[in-house]
């Protein structure tokens, strides 16, 4: 009887793994679009990175595909930019990063995922 304890709790904890791992499946910033409201992983170039000082919460916006086919935009708030080892600007811009987060419609309903946190973001 203990072995079937044992295997079910087994099974349980390996189920739930697997169900985090396929919640964080890895997505093209040109498929961000469908999974508005969704927690999901996306994957991609910085091809332009900005810090805005003269707007209002002095943003940080990566961009991961060129305007105006532009698909995904990472947003870094003023207030967490201290968070970060050097500019995410910097850090950034020309590499290949997967970032994690809520996926929302941003400016003009653009996919976008808001960072509170350096860890939310990797570099490949």
Known sequence: MKKISTYSVLLVVLLGFLSIALAQETIKPEDASKFIGHQKTVCG???????????????????????????????????????????????????????????????????????KDPGQISIK
């Open 45 to 115: 170039v910085v091809v332009s990175a900005h810090h805005i000082t003269h707007r209002k919460g002095q943003p940080t916006f990566l961009k991961l595909r060129h305007y105006p086919n532009r698909s995904f935009t990472v947003v870094i708030r003023g207030t967490d930019r201290d968070k970060f080892e050097e500019p995410p600007e910097r850090l950034y811009f020309g590499k290949e990063i997967c970032v994690t987060g809520k996926i929302l419609g941003g400016y003009q309903g653009k996919p976008e995922i808001i960072v």
